[in-house]
């Protein structure tokens, strides 16, 4: 079973907008990551936020970490075509794996 | 390009047989890990090696494989394939030893095997 759980499934907006993606995991972390995958291809490292951090930035790109809430949080400011993709938290844990949710799927409109 | 390189790209082959699958990880990296990317299942982690040794294992099936070789590549193979194996299979590397230091993985563009 997954640790995070992204939501919403999909998103589609225009460009100029913002996007807003929220990600619930179960048990306690170390750390929190995002990551983008363009259709069929490889993923790529957006941003790492640990426990004892709860906002990052990355240019376009917010992250806030609520613990209490086992819950995070990826913002991407006045979006462009080119951020169309596939977003995925990521979970630390102690037991050395890295998983991963299902994602959310995000479409920009011209 | 994130420095991590998998081979064969794509892959077709009947059910039954065997293959094996490539990756090199990116230079200095001593980590590796292996995910497999299906529709109905998501990206699911394997198994996990560190400078050789195995780390830690996920849903890999007994008829999957892997090892991590003294030049740090490794193979992940594939027997007695059925249907339900085809997918994308992604291979990452990570300078960190894993666990609570697991760090932004380097993911290869993948390998996509099709079980007809």
Redesign the interface.
């Known amino acids: 079973s997954?640790q995070g759980e992204e939501d919403p499934q999909a998103l589609s907006i225009q460009e100029g907008e913002n996007a807003t993606m929220n990600c619930s995991y179960k048990t306690s972390i170390?750390?929190l990551?995002w990551?983008r995958q363009n259709s069929?291809?490889?993923?790529?490292?957006l941003i790492?936020i640990r426990s004892n951090e709860r906002e990052k930035h990355s240019g376009r790109l917010r992250v806030t970490l609520d613990t209490s809430k086992k819950s995070s949080s990826l913002l991407i400011t006045a979006s462009r075509a080119a951020d169309t993709a596939s977003y995925?938290c990521?979970t630390?844990l102690?037991?050395?794996?890295?998983?991963?949710?299902?994602?959310t799927t995000v479409t920009v409109r011209a | 390009d994130?420095g991590?390189t998998q081979t064969p790209k794509h892959l077709i082959t009947a059910t039954g047989q065997r293959v094996t699958l490539r990756c090199s990880p990116r230079s200095g990296d001593l980590s590796v890990?292996w995910?497999q990317q299906s529709l109905d299942q998501?990206?699911q982690?394997l198994i996990?090696y560190y400078n050789g040794e195995e780390?830690?294992k996920?849903n890999i099936l007994e008829r999957f494989s892997a090892q991590q070789f003294p030049d740090l590549h490794s193979e992940l193979n594939l027997s007695s394939l059925e249907l339900g194996d085809s997918a994308?299979y992604?291979c990452?590397s990570s300078a960190a030893s894993?666990?609570?230091?697991?760090?932004?993985?380097?993911?290869?563009?993948?390998s996509?095997l099709t079980v007809l």
Do not use: C, I, M, W
């Open positions: 997954q170390n750390n990551q990551y069929g291809r490889g993923l790529v490292h790492l995925f990521a630390g102690n037991d050395y794996k890295l998983s991963f949710g299902a994602g | 994130s991590v890990y995910y998501g990206l982690f996990q780390r830690a996920g994308l992604f990452a894993g666990g609570p230091n697991t760090g932004e993985l380097f993911f290869g563009e993948g996509r």
